[in-house]
């Protein structure tokens, strides 16, 4: 009698999706944010707007910056 196979496990989702949550999230609750980079630069300010490639971060007394998602270490909200 053959052995049974075990089920092929599903394969992970591509997109969760999550991030765009999370940004969302950010952007409607204004929180200010701590965004590190690879290079570990800080900058610190709101996203206001994200994209696939990019999120832009409105800065107090700063001029904004268009930051690429690529360049970005982690983003941190600040108290």
Known sequence: MPTPQPAKSARPPEQTFQEAKYLKELIESGTPVRVKMIDGEEVTGTIE???????????????????????????????
């Open 49 to 79: 707007y994200y994209d696939h490639s990019f999120i832009r971060l409105t800065r107090e007394g700063l001029p904004n910056l268009f930051i690429f998602k690529h360049d970005i270490k982690y983003i941190q909200e600040e108290a």
